[in-house]
């Protein structure tokens, strides 16, 4: 909560922030505790190495849940910074704001911070994703918020079964090697753009879970994946990551297999530079796959259907080759 209030007051502060050179974060007044703190002692950034260093301030405590895009870096001795919000160009760090005696770093969506002390140095050291894992997989469950997806009886939301599966999924999921970063894991609004923007810029493959619906007839039924095929330096085609998530879903759930099939008409798929697939798991205006899709041991199945296709993937790096 606190961390909300300091940025929304970031906010009114935002015409107010200095213009720094490339590799110093922010020069703040030096707080009297640590006098003689001078501007390259405090706080700057090394973009080749994607390290924050910390000068002679030490970390206390740092935020390190991937989840969020934020982490939040207090400082063990008592800086006394005036808020400070700086604005950086790197692909990983975004903006630091510096307030009273901690340090808020917004990075990209998955992003890691650690914090490191050498005996020389002390550093918040960013990670990208895929320097930790052998493959990145971005799901993302549909719609969210105001954008209900397909709606079935006035009550029935398409976007609250699609993440309730994410949800189980993530619940579920145990693969150290594999890192299943989620567009989003509550109710909540979401772009289009985000979605596919995040899975371009931190994913390996990218699947996206939604429910159909047919509107002329409540008989059409089944499970039916869509794929854009464009060139990737992937393992496998968009298409080929489709056959995988159709026939874990189908097969698992036993629905009639319409197959994997190429679209021009989704955004995700259009817009996507990583193997793409969307799942369209079952039809909701189908009232005999309805009352499955409420069901939540069916969305506990459909989950583990999902949770073997991700496991059924190639690795997109091996990194103990990359590491030796
Ligand atoms: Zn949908």
Same mark, same amino acid.
């Given at each position: 909560m606190y961390i909300i209030k300091v940025i929304s007051a970031a906010l009114f502060m935002l015409f107010l922030s200095a213009a720094l050179t490339p590799t110093v974060i922010c020069a703040a007044e030096p707080p009297a505790q640590t006098r003689g703190l001078s501007i390259a002692d405090s706080v700057s950034y090394d973009p080749a190495l994607k390290r924050i260093y910390t000068g002679l301030l030490t970390v206390s405590e740092i935020k390190t849940n991937y989840f969020y895009d934020e982490h939040t870096v207090h400082f063990a001795n008592s800086a006394n910074w005036r808020m400070r919000r700086v604005f950086l160009r790197e692909p990983l760090l975004r903006e630091a704001l510096l307030l009273g005696d901690h340090m808020v770093i917004r990075c990209e969506k998955g992003c890691f911070a650690e914090y490191i002390e050498d005996g020389e140095n002390s550093y918040i050291q960013l990670t990208e994703p895929k320097e930790l894992y052998e493959t990145v997989v971005v799901i993302d469950p549909g719609h969210g918020k105001e954008d209900y997806g397909a709606v079935v009886n006035? @009550? +029935?939301f398409e976007k609250d079964i699609d993440l309730d599966i994410v949800l189980r999924l993530l619940e579920a999921f145990e693969n150290e090697k594999i890192l299943l970063l989620p567009t989003r894991t509550e109710e909540k609004y979401v772009s289009l753009e985000y979605r596919f923007r995040l899975a371009n810029k931190v994913g390996d493959y990218f699947i996206s879970v939604h429910n159909n619906v047919d509107e002329r007839s409540q008989n059409t039924g089944g499970t039916i994946t869509y794929h854009h095929n464009h060139e990737t330096d992937a393992p496998i085609t968009s298409r080929e990551l489709a056959e995988i998530a159709q026939s874990a879903v189908a097969g698992r759930l036993? @629905? !009639?297999? !319409?197959g994997a099939v190429n679209s021009d008409v989704y955004r995700i798929l259009l817009n996507s530079k990583i193997p793409t697939a969307l799942v369209e +798991? =079952?039809? =909701?205006?189908n009232p005999g796959e309805l009352a499955r899709l409420e069901d939540p041991a069916c969305r506990q199945e459909i989950a583990l259907a999902l949770l073997d296709a991700i496991n059924a993937l190639p690795p997109a790096r091996n990194l103990t080759a990359r590491t030796s």
């Open positions: 006035r @009550t +029935v036993q @629905t !009639r297999d !319409r +798991v =079952m039809f =909701m205006s």
